[in-house]
């Protein structure tokens, strides 16, 4: 562009200069013809050039771009350089397009883009035949069209994505696909649907196995347990000498009775694929209650009690299954007591956060590395095997607390600094939170 701007204007100098020359030397008449027939003519050779571009324009063809002469020489130049790059990288974006394309396809995952308002931009050969969907029909459309599951539109518009979501085949119903949405771009959201019907399958084979090997145990494990406390209880039927033994078969028994009820408690929360009881629960009282119990456990492990204190708002209830809830709630306050020295202090708060309610119990424990915190709801699962053991502790507490949450679409964080104390608290979905107002 420069070039053809120091071209122009030399001309336009040139002209000048003779014209000013002829008006010296022949009068103003002659300058003044001279200049009007050169501008014509320059004016009409551009006019003619930009007939020739238009014309090129109508069929775009590299070999046929003009050659040009004078400043339209560099016009022609940078516009043939310019259709050139434009040629690579429409190559190298096609290219780039059909190899994204033969990756995704390859991907054994389903992929769907969805945009702005959840309407189908673009999806694979496994998205469409796992969803039902057809990309040549069903372009543009919402969804929430094809996918009429209720509990699938209630994840898309749930805005929290963090955990996927596991939909059963309205084809085939003994398929069952996990669906995770992922936010991108401007407003767009990529749906990965993946087939876990072998997992599934395996995962239901397991509960199967524990829960009958659970109920096989019971039986010969109470029976020993019985014996053991006939024989316990029999003046003279133990000899003084391995009395303590009988004291230590007992302890254990009673231990594995504790597991094997976990167990069987954990089997039947995690098979259990109806959505809990929706009632109202009146969380203060239930609070009280916790407050009373942990009382009662600090005083029997440590023969002394510990600080626990009580913050409630009494205007705040939340819905659901009481008896879950409790069970829940209760091993998280047991577990304050038992992993907190004696003389120690415990906080039970309950109060709103924002649009959710929280429950959180804070102790003055030995506290929990960082490197634990995330393996904490595993099975069996123990930071120091010793002392879980001492407490009373199966391991299987916090998984069965996690499994309860997750039915009630509630999250538990868990905050630790070792030698200072742990806060685990959770949090209620605002779709289960209830607000009374306080009679004064």
């Known amino acids: ?7 122009a204007a030399l001309f336009i100098c040139a002209l000048s200069a003779i014209c000013l020359f002829l008006w010296l030397i022949s009068g103003k008449t002659v300058a003044l013809v001279t200049f009007s027939i050169g501008l014509l003519v320059y004016l009409i050779s551009h006019i003619a050039w930009l007939h020739r571009l238009h014309i090129w324009f109508k069929t775009p063809v590299l070999k046929d771009i003009p050659e040009g002469s004078g400043v ?5 130049t940078a516009l043939l350089q310019y259709e050139r790059n434009n040629i690579t990288n429409q190559t190298q974006l096609s290219s780039a397009l059909e190899r994204f394309t033969l990756t995704a396809n390859a991907i054994p995952d389903g992929l769907v883009i969805l945009g702005a308002s959840n309407e189908i931009e673009w999806c694979t050969p496994h998205a469409e035949n796992q969803l039902g969907l057809a990309l040549s029909m069903d372009k543009n459309l919402p969804i929430v069209n094809l996918i009429r599951d209720s509990h699938f539109i209630a994840y898309l518009y749930s805005d929290d994505y963090s955990e996927p979501f596991k939909l059963k085949s309205w084809q085939k119903p003994e398929l069952v696909y996990e669906i995770q949405l992922i936010r991108f771009g401007a407003n767009q959201k ?10 599934e399958k395996v995962e239901v084979m397991r509960r199967d196995f524990i829960a009958n090997v659970s109920h096989e145990l019971r039986t010969p494990l109470t029976v020993v347990g019985g014996f053991l406390e006939t024989l316990g209880d029999m003046q003279g039927a133990i000899p003084d000498a391995i009395k303590s033994y009988f004291g230590m078969m007992q302890e254990q028994t009673n231990r594995m009775r504790r597991i094997i009820e976990d ?4 089997s039947k929360i995690e098979s259990n694929v109806e959505e809990p009881e929706n009632t109202e629960i009146d969380m203060p009282r ?48 047991s577990n304050a007591v038992r992993y907190t020295p004696k003389g120690g202090k415990i906080a039970i708060s309950w109060h709103r956060q924002n649009e959710q309610a929280v429950f959180a119990v804070r102790d003055t424990g030995i506290g929990i590395e960082q490197q634990h915190i995330e393996r904490l709801t595993e099975r069996f699962y123990r930071v120091d095997r010793g002392r879980s053991r001492e407490t009373g502790g199966t391991g299987l507490g916090l998984s069965i607390v996690k499994h309860i949450l997750i039915r009630h679409q509630a999250k538990l964080e868990i905050s630790s600094e070792v030698g200072v104390g742990s806060t685990f608290s959770v949090l209620f979905p605002k779709s289960r939170v209830v607000q009374t107002l306080q009679l004064k």
């Open 190 to 199: 990529l749906l990965i649907c993946r087939d876990m019907t072998q997992l």
């Open 263 to 266: 167990l069987l408690t954990l």
């Open 1 to 7: 562009m420069p070039d053809i701007r120091l071209k």
């Open 286 to 333: 239930l609070l009280k209650q916790l407050q009373n119990d942990a009382l009662g456990l600090s005083h029997s492990l440590y023969k002394t009690k510990h600080v626990i204190e009580l913050e409630i708002d009494q205007t705040l209830k939340v819905t659901g299954a009481q008896s879950e809830l409790q069970s829940a709630l209760s091993n998280l306050v």
């Open 72 to 76: 339209w020489e560099d016009v022609f």
